[in-house]
């Protein structure tokens, strides 16, 4: 069989560390993620995989990502893009978690050639994989092992060295579709500037953004992106003032520390460096730059987020609108995708208010985007500010052939084409994300303020549990149950009976050794309690 030989030679470089307790490595919510010591391994076996999926998919482009997005420093992860940029298809998970698992070379080898059998793959025709990396040092390890594997499969490959992670999605989506009528845009970083520049100019249409926007880049790749970005913005066309502050990426040791889109989200506060100024419009990215939060701190009433169920919500309205005024009401399906964490009074004002329907999915974008895609246009967003807007070739096509009847519908259908290009339809993105977000507050001529006003949240926490080992804890319902440990999840119900229009649920992470506890009350103060209860039934059943 092909390239045996060369796998079991390169990989003895790479070895794979075997985890304490016969634990496996698993493909979590965003890949393989965890302390970067033990993934150089990982990196090239995923390298492997990489590389049959490419010639799986008549030899397009893959991609593979080198992040541990929001975690500390000391981590790093591992993730498959798909051809359209979207997340590796579920079913390959698995084969993800087979050759990693593989406990020596030979049954390296031996795996490799059973999948390249067994899923009917040809491995003398072309692959191709493309690759970048975020700003952690251990990054350069973990991509000559990826290149190292690419190698020994005879895979052509691309190194584009730092990224975000969205620019790697929109890469692996331009390589694919170049020279064809579906173009994604140019390929090349510069392209993926060009194209958001232009279509924030378009969708702007001269309205005026009022103030400065201060980004905390939570000293991630994002800081640096976002700098090459703004370059791009035609200064007489759009006056978008904007103060990046926390872009230090030269000492990762600092890399998400006390800043970042998961603090602000998490903590609930404004990052304390550099002290946030009282009514200074802020949002924070997270360590990878596909996650936003929005807040500013009022001088009388303090902290103030608008975290992605926010996003969502203002991002269907004003879609919802535009369509409306299209006139395609009937003829565009607008719908709502969630996780468990959406604060409740979002997810009712999405049903009563803006009256679209709400799916609730598992945590984890993978999941989302799948469930968006059934719409003509799907609005995704995890609590946690990671999320885009999906619209279907379809409703694109629609929106630039529909001949308008008015002014107004003529303005409504270049704006949606405008955002079709503007957001990124690949995967949640900071920096698009962003300019959606100063888009529709320009068109509406609304401050922060304004936003919040929309409607009240729940008083809402979550906490982080650490326990000996995470796997225990199984759910079903989305996420919003425990399945086991046994007497769990009774406990937690019997919990949440002591609070008022309270709700709570917990589940494993995905991408840290931990558990997440969420908890939703009418007040602060019994959604604190609550979440701690919670906390201390996990902490118990977990040790
Ligand atoms: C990743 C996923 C997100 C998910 C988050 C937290 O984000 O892409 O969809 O919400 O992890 O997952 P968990 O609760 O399982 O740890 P990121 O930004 O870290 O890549």
């Known amino acids: 069989m092909a390239h045996n030989d060369q796998i079991a030679e390169a990989s003895l470089k790479h070895p794979i560390v075997p985890l304490d307790k016969g634990q496996l490595y ?158 994604y845009g140019k390929v090349s970083e510069v392209g993926y500037y060009e194209k958001l520049a232009s279509a924030f100019v378009r969708a702007m249409k001269g309205k005026k953004i009022d103030g400065t926007l201060t980004v905390d880049c939570a000293n991630g790749v994002g800081g640096p992106k976002l700098h090459e970005f703004l370059k791009y913005i035609p200064k007489d066309k759009v006056n978008f003032d904007v103060k990046v502050v926390n872009d230090d990426v030269l000492r990762p040791e600092v890399l998400n520390l006390d800043c970042g889109a998961d603090f602000v989200k998490t903590k609930q506060r404004a990052p304390p460096n550099p002290k946030t100024q009282a009514g200074a419009r802020s949002c924070s990215y997270d360590g990878d730059a596909d996650r936003i939060i929005y807040y500013w701190v009022d001088p009388e009433t303090g902290f103030f987020m608008l975290d992605g169920d926010r996003i969502s919500s203002l991002a269907a309205s004003f879609i919802g609108d535009l369509v409306e005024s299209a006139g395609l009401r009937d003829d565009i399906r607008i719908g709502v995708v969630q996780t468990a964490y959406a604060n ?99 068109h509406k001529s609304w401050t922060l303020r304004d936003w919040v006003m929309t409607y009240s949240d729940l008083p809402n926490r979550l906490v982080r549990v650490e326990v000996g080992n995470k796997d225990l804890f199984q759910t079903t319902d989305a996420e919003r149950r425990l399945s086991s440990p046994e007497g769990a999840q009774d406990e937690i119900d019997n919990a949440v009976k002591k609070y008022k229009d309270a709700r709570s649920f917990a589940r494993a992470s995905g991408t840290e050794n931990a558990c997440r506890v969420y908890a939703e009350a009418a007040t602060r103060s019994e959604a604190n309690e609550l979440a701690e209860r919670v906390a201390r039934i996990i902490e118990r059943y977990g040790q």
């Open 26 to 183: 698993k493909y979590g919510t965003a890949g393989f993620r965890m302390n970067a010591d033990l993934l150089e391994g990982v990196a090239f076996r995923v390298g492997l995989l990489a590389a049959l999926r490419s010639r799986k998919l008549n030899s397009q482009a893959i991609g593979v990502m080198i992040t541990a997005s929001h975690n500390p420093s000391v981590d790093n992860g591992v993730k498959i893009v798909d051809p359209m940029g979207d997340m590796l298809e579920q079913d390959w998970e698995r084969f993800a978690t087979a050759l990693v698992n593989a406990p020596s070379n030979e049954g390296l080898v031996e795996i490799y050639n059973c999948l390249a059998t067994d899923l009917k793959i040809d491995l003398k025709i072309p692959a191709k994989v493309i690759y970048g990396r975020d700003t952690r040092p251990s990054g350069h390890k973990l991509i000559t092992a990826l290149a190292s594997a690419l190698d020994a499969t005879n895979t052509e490959h691309v190194d584009y060295k730092l990224l975000t992670t969205p620019q790697l999605h929109y890469l692996v989506r331009a390589t694919n579709s170049e020279g064809t009528p579906l173009s």
């Open 344 to 442: 409740g009074a979002s997810t009712n004002y999405i049903t009563q208010h803006l009256k679209l329907p709400v799916t609730c999915t598992p945590t984890g974008v993978k999941h989302l985007h799948h469930v968006a895609q059934g719409f003509d246009i799907g609005v995704y967003f995890e609590a946690n500010g990671h999320g885009t807007v999906l619209f279907s070739p379809d409703a694109l096509d629609y929106f630039r052939n529909k001949a308008p009847q008015s002014p107004a519908q003529k303005d409504a259908l270049e704006t949606l084409v405008a955002l079709g290009d503007l957001i990124n339809q690949t995967v949640g993105d900071a920096i698009s994300d962003m300019l959606l977000v100063e888009v529709i507050l320009a």
